[in-house]
């Protein structure tokens, strides 16, 4: 039987980070709102992959490709947010 109560731990740690990322938007200004939202959405990622797309208990191998995905997927970001700031 599956265990409902992570999940739903899972889901309440979404929504708080989720309330957090919208408190930064209101209360902060500049670079320091832009960073405490990033964060909050790595997190709200981490958590997403780790534990909904199952690679808590996937073989090795599942993990190195899911990891690799997302530092592909942040060099892509990279890319993109240096062609846009140096134009």
């Known amino acids: ?3 409902y109560r992570l999940y739903l731990l899972t889901w309440l740690a979404l929504l708080a980070l989720l309330a957090c990322a919208v408190a930064a938007t209101h209360w902060l200004a500049g670079w320091l709102a832009w960073t405490t ?3 909050c959405a ?3 990622a981490s958590l997403v992959i780790i534990l909904f797309m199952g690679l808590r208990h996937a073989n090795a191998l ?3 490709f899911g990891v690799g995905g997302v530092l592909w997927l942040g060099f892509l970001v990279v ?3 240096a062609d846009y700031l140096t134009r």
């Open 1 to 3: 039987m599956t265990d």
């Open 37 to 39: 939202v990033a964060l």
């Open 42 to 44: 790595l997190a709200m």
């Open 62 to 64: 599942l993990r190195v």
């Open 79 to 81: 890319l993109t947010l």
